[in-house]
């Protein structure tokens, strides 16, 4: 058995991974990567009844891995490049062997992975951390399932400027209701839930444009959307109706796609 843990800035990931399997997955939160290893660690091992001697390594990765000295707690601990980890688990849990890959975190990294090599294509510092830290002074919480809370009833046409507030047709493949410029038509009557979801919009269309670049660059129809971030209902709705169908380019959300880095430091090297 390997234990394959990703440390985040707040949010560490923990998986075991057995005879090539993802077997079971634990989230933690602590800002101290030393706490957060060892408690995702313990968790995942005291949670599960696991015996200790069974496991063979431990293989962190992420921000907070650099800050681990040592072994943990006396099991052989190996540091895995985030890059590398984050390629591997993508390829892993999409059953793919050519892809791109959109992580969203507290950013976006672009990653490529194929048979031959795991890179990183490139990225955005627009991520979860764009959508909180826009909260904080736009919103009445920044709380992420407030936010998203706040988004479900937001109406676009009161902060962005449409395709639709400067032409009365469509344009070429971009139809009537597609922004033109985030928050360029902010009413003085936009509510929370309009500026909530504006917020959404945008940070998820950048991403989505990036990934797509990316994919079209590489020769590719799909896109392989990994991280905290890929499980955000309203975000895949901007990647799917907006995005996908402007562009031709498929986006896919693995099952466990948020424990793409921890599952991908625990594999074994081919």
Do not use: C, W
Not at 43 to 70: F, H, P, S, W, Y
Not at 78 to 97: K, N, Q, V
Not at 141 to 159: M, P
Not at 226 to 243: A, D, F, H, R
């Amino acid at each position: 058995m390997i234990i394959g843990i990703d440390i985040g800035a707040t949010t560490t990931k923990a998986v075991s991974i057995e005879d090539g399997k993802l077997v079971r997955k634990v989230k933690v939160k602590a800002s101290d990567a030393v706490t957060a290893a060892t408690g995702a660690f313990g968790k995942i091992v005291l949670d599960n009844g696991i015996d200790i001697n069974v496991i063979k390594e431990i293989r962190i990765t992420g921000a907070g891995a650099a800050k681990i000295k040592g072994d943990i707690f006396g099991i052989r601990t190996a540091r895995i490049g985030e890059i590398e980890a984050i390629g591997r688990g993508g390829m892993f849990l999409s059953g793919l062997d050519n892809i791109i890959i959109a992580n969203i975190g507290t950013g976006t990294a672009i990653i490529e992975a194929n048979e031959r090599e795991i890179s990183h294509f490139g990225g955005s510092g627009v991520g979860g951390g764009t959508i909180i830290g826009l909260a904080k002074k736009l919103l009445p919480t920044a709380e992420f399932n407030g936010i998203i809370n706040l988004a479900q009833t937001g109406d676009l046409s009161h902060v962005d400027l449409l395709l639709e507030d400067i032409m009365e047709t469509d344009l070429s493949f971009l139809n009537k209701e597609t922004t033109i410029a985030n928050f360029a038509k902010m009413s003085d009557h936009a509510s929370n839930e309009d500026i909530a979801l504006a917020i959404i919009n945008m940070v998820y269309q950048v991403i989505g444009v990036l990934s797509v670049f990316a994919a079209r660059a590489k020769g590719l129809k799909q896109v392989i959307v990994t991280g905290n971030g890929s499980g955000n209902k309203l975000g895949q709705k901007v990647l799917n109706e907006v995005i996908s169908k402007m562009y031709g380019v498929e986006f896919v959300y693995p099952s466990d796609a948020e424990f793409t880095t921890a599952v991908g430091a625990g594999l074994e090297k081919n």
